[in-house]
Protein backbone atom coordinates (compact mmCIF):
# COMPACT_ATOMS: atom_id res chain seq x y z
CA UNK A 1 0.00 0.00 0.00
CA UNK A 2 3.17 2.40 0.84
CA UNK A 3 4.42 1.28 -2.54
CA UNK A 4 1.64 2.58 -4.29
CA UNK A 5 1.31 6.08 -2.70
CA UNK A 6 4.95 6.51 -3.54
CA UNK A 7 4.20 5.52 -7.38
CA UNK A 8 1.09 8.06 -6.98
CA UNK A 9 3.33 10.98 -5.71
CA UNK A 10 5.63 10.68 -7.73
CA UNK A 11 3.47 10.40 -10.98
CA UNK A 12 1.59 13.27 -9.85
CA UNK A 13 4.96 15.22 -9.06
CA UNK A 14 6.17 13.86 -12.29
CA UNK A 15 3.03 15.50 -14.06
CA UNK A 16 2.85 18.83 -12.16
CA UNK A 17 6.54 19.27 -13.46
CA UNK A 18 5.71 18.61 -16.94
CA UNK A 19 2.76 20.45 -17.49
CA UNK A 20 2.86 24.17 -17.88
CA UNK A 21 -0.28 26.51 -18.37
CA UNK A 22 -1.32 28.09 -21.71
CA UNK A 23 -0.16 31.58 -21.84
CA UNK A 24 -3.51 33.25 -20.90
CA UNK A 25 -4.05 36.83 -22.41
CA UNK A 26 -6.08 39.95 -21.12
CA UNK A 27 -9.09 38.25 -21.12
CA UNK A 28 -8.82 35.72 -18.16
CA UNK A 29 -10.50 32.47 -18.10
CA UNK A 30 -12.80 33.75 -20.82
CA UNK A 31 -13.77 37.45 -18.80
CA UNK A 32 -15.02 40.28 -21.02
CA UNK A 33 -13.23 42.88 -20.35
CA UNK A 34 -16.14 44.98 -21.86
CA UNK A 35 -19.95 45.07 -21.86
CA UNK A 36 -23.05 47.03 -23.12
CA UNK A 37 -26.53 46.94 -23.72
CA UNK A 38 -26.75 49.69 -26.52
CA UNK A 39 -30.37 51.37 -28.16
CA UNK A 40 -29.10 51.99 -31.67
CA UNK A 41 -32.41 53.99 -32.42
CA UNK A 42 -31.35 56.89 -30.24
CA UNK A 43 -28.09 56.55 -30.10
CA UNK A 44 -27.43 55.70 -26.29
CA UNK A 45 -25.91 53.10 -23.72
CA UNK A 46 -28.52 51.58 -21.79
CA UNK A 47 -25.67 50.21 -19.28
CA UNK A 48 -22.59 48.91 -19.45
CA UNK A 49 -19.84 47.37 -17.34
CA UNK A 50 -16.37 45.84 -17.07
CA UNK A 51 -13.84 44.81 -14.48
CA UNK A 52 -11.61 48.32 -15.61
CA UNK A 53 -14.36 50.13 -17.63
CA UNK A 54 -15.30 53.25 -15.79
CA UNK A 55 -17.39 55.22 -18.91
CA UNK A 56 -19.24 54.13 -22.09
CA UNK A 57 -20.91 56.55 -24.55
CA UNK A 58 -23.06 55.79 -28.21
CA UNK A 59 -23.15 58.19 -31.04
CA UNK A 60 -24.87 58.32 -34.30
CA UNK A 61 -22.50 56.58 -36.92
CA UNK A 62 -25.04 57.16 -40.40
CA UNK A 63 -28.73 56.59 -39.45
CA UNK A 64 -30.74 54.57 -37.21
CA UNK A 65 -29.53 51.10 -36.52
CA UNK A 66 -25.49 52.74 -36.87
CA UNK A 67 -23.66 53.38 -33.76
CA UNK A 68 -20.45 54.06 -32.40
CA UNK A 69 -20.02 53.17 -28.86
CA UNK A 70 -16.84 54.35 -26.97
CA UNK A 71 -15.82 52.62 -23.43
CA UNK A 72 -13.13 54.30 -21.52
CA UNK A 73 -11.19 52.55 -19.02
CA UNK A 74 -8.18 50.49 -18.73
CA UNK A 75 -7.04 48.51 -21.76
CA UNK A 76 -3.71 46.51 -22.06
CA UNK A 77 -0.81 48.53 -23.13
CA UNK A 78 -0.02 47.75 -26.81
CA UNK A 79 -3.42 46.02 -27.42
CA UNK A 80 -4.30 46.08 -31.41
CA UNK A 81 -7.77 46.02 -33.22
CA UNK A 82 -6.90 42.49 -34.27
CA UNK A 83 -6.68 41.49 -30.58
CA UNK A 84 -10.02 43.00 -29.84
CA UNK A 85 -12.38 40.04 -29.62
CA UNK A 86 -16.28 41.19 -30.46
CA UNK A 87 -19.67 39.61 -29.91
CA UNK A 88 -22.84 41.60 -31.29
CA UNK A 89 -26.44 40.70 -30.75
CA UNK A 90 -29.71 42.25 -31.71
CA UNK A 91 -32.44 42.40 -29.35
CA UNK A 92 -35.29 41.50 -31.38
CA UNK A 93 -37.95 39.35 -32.31
CA UNK A 94 -37.89 40.28 -36.00
CA UNK A 95 -34.91 38.34 -38.01
CA UNK A 96 -32.52 40.85 -36.58
CA UNK A 97 -28.99 40.57 -36.73
CA UNK A 98 -25.80 42.48 -35.57
CA UNK A 99 -22.60 43.26 -36.67
CA UNK A 100 -19.06 45.16 -34.81
CA UNK A 101 -16.32 46.42 -35.96
CA UNK A 102 -13.20 47.93 -34.15
CA UNK A 103 -12.61 51.41 -35.37
CA UNK A 104 -9.82 52.13 -32.47
CA UNK A 105 -8.11 50.91 -29.61
CA UNK A 106 -5.71 51.99 -27.20
CA UNK A 107 -4.50 51.65 -23.66
CA UNK A 108 -7.34 53.86 -22.17
CA UNK A 109 -10.38 54.06 -25.57
CA UNK A 110 -11.87 51.20 -27.60
CA UNK A 111 -14.20 52.49 -30.21
CA UNK A 112 -16.34 50.25 -31.97
CA UNK A 113 -19.37 50.73 -34.40
CA UNK A 114 -22.33 48.45 -33.92
CA UNK A 115 -24.78 47.85 -36.67
CA UNK A 116 -28.26 46.05 -37.00
CA UNK A 117 -30.11 44.77 -39.75
CA UNK A 118 -33.03 42.72 -40.74
CA UNK A 119 -31.30 39.64 -42.06
CA UNK A 120 -33.39 38.33 -45.26
CA UNK A 121 -33.92 42.30 -46.47
CA UNK A 122 -30.40 43.61 -44.52
CA UNK A 123 -32.58 46.86 -43.70
CA UNK A 124 -31.20 48.86 -41.23
CA UNK A 125 -33.06 48.36 -37.87
CA UNK A 126 -32.88 50.62 -34.71
CA UNK A 127 -33.10 47.93 -32.40
CA UNK A 128 -30.91 47.69 -29.22
CA UNK A 129 -28.17 45.21 -29.32
CA UNK A 130 -26.00 43.45 -26.41
CA UNK A 131 -21.82 44.08 -27.21
CA UNK A 132 -19.40 41.70 -25.30
CA UNK A 133 -15.90 42.72 -25.92
CA UNK A 134 -12.77 40.38 -25.34
CA UNK A 135 -9.15 40.98 -25.74
CA UNK A 136 -7.03 37.98 -26.71
CA UNK A 137 -2.98 37.51 -27.47
Do not use: W
Not at 45 to 56: D, E, H, R
Not at 77 to 102: F, K, R
Request: glycine share 10%; net charge positive.
Amino acid sequence: MKATRVVVAISAALLLGTVHPAAAGPSKNGKAVAYAKVDLNTPSVLSFGGPKITAASAMNAGGPGSTDVTFTGKFPTGVTPDQVILQATCESGAYCVSNADVISVDATTLVVYVAGFVSNTTTSIGNRAFLTVFIGQ
